[in-house]
């Protein structure tokens, strides 16, 4: 047996790369029904579905919420799982929800 693989980037970081992603593919859409544009629309979304996948991941590393199936839920699924733990029920089906820029700016402050 081999050694276990080694993590090479964090969670956080992966939100965030994948975020990147997801904002600058947004900013080449052009809405022409091209086939670049329709593949640009689809990588769009999938970068947004993995930035959500990672941050789900994340939430469950820091709470200690053990998935067995983890590895073979998508990112919907995932937090549909953490709507059932009590104290994120409130805060994933209740809240506002705030804009990128408004994450950032948290993310920036907290750097600092």
């Given at each position: 047996?081999g050694?276990?693989?080694?993590?090479l980037v964090?969670?956080k970081e992966?939100i965030?790369?994948?975020?990147?992603?997801?904002e600058e593919?947004?900013?080449?859409?052009?809405f022409?029904?091209s086939?670049?544009?329709?593949?640009?629309?689809?990588?769009?979304?999938l970068?947004?579905?993995?930035?959500f996948d990672?941050?789900?991941?994340?939430i469950?590393n820091?709470?200690?919420?053990?998935l067995?199936?983890?590895?073979?839920?998508?990112?919907?699924?995932?937090?549909?799982?953490l709507?059932?733990?009590?104290?994120l029920?409130n805060?994933?089906f209740?809240?506002q929800?705030v804009?990128?820029?408004?994450?950032?700016a948290?993310e920036?402050?907290?750097?600092l």
């Amino acid at each position: 047996m081999g050694a276990e693989p080694q993590k090479l980037v964090d969670s956080k970081e992966l939100i965030n790369l994948y975020l990147d992603i997801s904002e600058e593919i947004f900013s080449k859409l052009t809405f022409d029904k091209s086939n670049l544009d329709i593949t640009n629309r689809f990588l769009f979304f999938l970068s947004l579905e993995k930035s959500f996948d990672c941050l789900a991941d994340s939430i469950l590393n820091q709470m200690g919420i053990d998935l067995p199936d983890a590895e073979s839920l998508n990112a919907k699924a995932k937090w549909n799982k953490l709507a059932l733990e009590p104290s994120l029920k409130n805060i994933i089906f209740k809240e506002q929800p705030v804009s990128y820029t408004h994450l950032r700016a948290h993310e920036t402050k907290a750097n600092l």
